[in-house]
């Protein structure tokens, strides 16, 4: 069983930096392919960014390229996301999830397995 636990969020100023953690309590993740969706108060849940098993091919949302760094630590069954020059558009729910298949990457549908989530608030 993969239980997902997402930390790091909190509140930022417009600008500012927060690096979120998702760390696997269950099964080891290194096999799985990773990634982090939010969703903001009245819509649907988007796709951020997401990393394959091996770390070998990254994926990023339009939005969030240039400014968000996906990494993954598999010795330790931690995903990463590195957010940089935040935007109050990027106030969400951040949700990290998992799949055993890599391909369809952006597609939240996709992934089984997912965390609880973590606010990340940026105000302006």
């Known amino acids: 069983q993969v239980q997902l636990v997402e930390s790091g969020g909190g509140l930022v100023q417009s600008g500012g930096s927060l690096r979120l953690s998702c760390v696997s309590s269950g099964r080891v993740i290194s096999s799985y392919a990773m990634g982090w969706f939010r969703q903001a108060p009245g819509k649907e849940r988007e796709f951020v960014a997401a990393?394959?098993?091996?770390?070998?091919?990254?994926y990023y949302a339009d939005s969030v390229k240039g400014r968000f760094t996906i990494s993954r630590d598999n010795a330790k069954n931690t995903v990463y996301l590195q957010m940089n020059s935040l935007e109050p558009e990027d106030t969400a729910v951040y949700y990290c999830?998992?799949?055993?298949?890599?391909?369809?990457?952006?597609?939240?549908?996709?992934?089984?397995?997912w965390g609880q989530g973590t606010q990340v608030t940026v105000s302006s």
């Open positions: 990393i394959s098993w091996s770390g070998a091919d990254i």
């Open positions: 999830a998992a799949k055993t298949f890599e391909g369809l990457m952006r597609v939240e549908s996709m992934y089984p397995y």
